[in-house]
T-cell receptor, first 116, second 112 residues
Framework: NAGVMQNPRHLVRRRGQEARLRCSPV?????VYWYRQLPEEGLKFMVY????????ESGMPKERFSAEFPKEGPSILRIQQVVRGDSAAYFC??????????????FGQGTRLTVV | GESVGLHLPTLSVQEGDNSIINCAYS??????FIWYKQESGKGPQFIID?????DKRQGQRVTVLLNKTVKHLSLQIAATQPGDSAVYFC???????????FGTGTRLKVLA
């Protein structure tokens, strides 16, 4: 059984370029969460999606950032016109449902974005 | 609330000793708490969780204690091993989803 797969693992972009981060959830999981982690800090929630719907994007910056989770294919976190401050590790987690007594969210290995 | 850490606090313990990692959580409405272990270059790995209707929960070599009065969470690791070296994060949730609020983390170093 494959866990949460994120790619690429490392991504380098020049300022002003676009970054596209992909997350394939655990098979059968329809809930996806994106988090951002700066060096030496905890993870910060960005967005929560279910298939084809954004449920909660309260942690997303108002500009340049967007996320989707289409009916088919991986979830995508898209950052337009990247700036140096976007450099961070981006983690995706998936779960089969909302939080329940016998459920768990699984994290991927992350994508480390470096903006030069 | 949010906090910005310049350097993670570090706990150094001798191999074989017990470790206690502490965490102050922020939201009195949180009803679910979880500890994650994160090794360098990897994603968070589940260790143990506890719901707000409990004060203590035990796993294999790990125990989580919850004190809701002072909004404090602790992780105890028995007979600490070199493989336990990592950064440990507590996280809380009140939304019924996995929209966690993570703590700033503690780096555990196990000395041989």
């Amino acid at each position: 059984n494959a866990g949460v797969m994120q790619n690429p693992r490392h991504l380098v972009r020049r300022r002003g370029q676009e970054a596209r981060l992909r997350c394939s959830p655990v098979k059968g999981h329809s809930h996806v969460y994106w988090y951002r982690q700066l060096p030496e800090e905890g993870l910060k929630f960005m967005v929560y999606l279910q298939k084809e719907n954004i449920i909660d994007e309260s942690g997303m910056p108002k500009e340049r950032f967007s996320a989707e989770f289409p009916k088919e294919g991986p979830s995508i976190l898209r950052i337009q016109q990247v700036v140096r401050g976007d450099s961070a590790a981006y983690f995706c987690a998936s779960s089969p449902t909302t939080r329940g007594p016998d459920t768990e969210a699984f994290f991927g290995q992350g994508t480390r974005l470096t903006v030069v | 609330g949010e906090s910005v850490g310049l350097h993670l606090p570090t706990l150094s313990v001798q191999e074989g000793d017990n470790s206690i990692i502490n965490c102050a959580y922020s939201n009195s409405a949180s009803d679910y708490f979880i500890w994650y272990k994160q090794e360098s270059g990897k994603g968070p790995q589940f260790i143990i969780d506890i719901r707000s209707n409990m004060d203590k929960r035990q796993g294999q070599r790990v125990t989580v204690l919850l004190n809701k009065t002072v909004k404090h969470l602790s992780l105890q690791i028995a007979a600490t091993q070199p493989g336990d070296s990592a950064v440990y994060f507590c996280a809380e949730d009140s939304s019924g989803t996995y929209k966690y609020i993570f703590g700033t983390g503690t780096r555990l170093k196990v000395l041989a």
